[in-house]
């Protein structure tokens, strides 16, 4: 059943909503470090003076340009590795759209989710975005131990935080934050198998922009079949 889940959410990757989502998420992302690499440029050509003069040396020009293009390298390098936690706070506001998506194909006649705030979308946005940077400094640690050993535990440990956060996300929709977390907890065996599942594609660092949108979609499955929440809940 979990790998049905998941399936039934790569199978549906294709939709509109999904894709709508996705690409508000990456771009909002590439419009955000663009926007930083031009401040950081700016910022340098304005504080820095375009020559100066040193001792014994005389005058030295170009020190703004020199200054701009390590200022320029050092944005670049810093948003490819943030491009994957930033894109998950981006896409994370949106995220209510691909359950949606989901219960409208396959769960037709449920009524409306409960109404989230904005505080509540943003918070979960963040906690997201901070769990992502998480996830990406541990790999980073553990493939540099090496250890045959260490992939395993990675997705083991990424897969059980992933998979709670996006779980207490969908149940979230239409249970009470308490019930929804006491569900969870009821049923973490599935909810980290899950999590496993969806944590599998972080290890490829492009691939982990899609991890967002396909773990909303999957735990939209899994959270309905669960009892206490399966299609008749919040009737």
């Given at each position: ?6 399936l ?15 690409w ?30 040193l ?29 994957v936690?930033?894109a ?58 090496s ?19 996006f ?58 079949r669960l009892?206490?929440?399966g ?5």
């Open positions: 059943m979990i790998l049905t889940d998941i039934r959410a790569i199978g549906q990757f294709g939709d509109a909503r999904f894709q709508s989502v996705f508000r998420g990456v771009g909002l992302t590439v419009l955000l470090f663009g926007l930083l690499m031009v401040g950081a440029v700016w910022l340098v050509d304005t504080i820095l003076p375009a020559h100066f003069t001792p014994w040396i005389g005058a030295v020009g170009g020190v703004h340009w020199l200054a701009g293009g390590v200022a320029l390298l050092s944005v670049t390098l810093l948003s490819g590795f943030l491009m936690p930033v998950a706070a981006f896409t994370s506001l949106f995220l209510d759209e691909v359950a949606e998506a989901v219960e409208a194909r396959h769960y037709p006649g449920l009524p409306p989710a409960r109404a989230q705030g904005w505080a509540e979308i943003i918070g979960a946005g963040l906690r997201l975005a901070v769990l992502s940077l998480i996830v990406n400094l541990v790999a980073l640690v553990f493939y540099a131990l250890g045959p050993l260490a992939p395993f535990l990675f997705w083991a440990v990424n897969g059980y935080l992933l998979g709670r956060d779980a207490e996300g969908a149940a979230s929709r239409r249970l009470p934050a308490p019930d929804a977390r006491a569900l969870v907890r009821r049923n973490i065996g599935q909810v980290w198998a899950l999590g496993v599942l969806v944590a599998l594609p972080l290890s490829v660092p492009i691939l982990g922009l899609v991890v967002p949108i396909l773990a909303a979609a999957a735990f939209t499955h899994l959270i309905r009892p206490q929440a299609p008749s809940a919040g009737r």
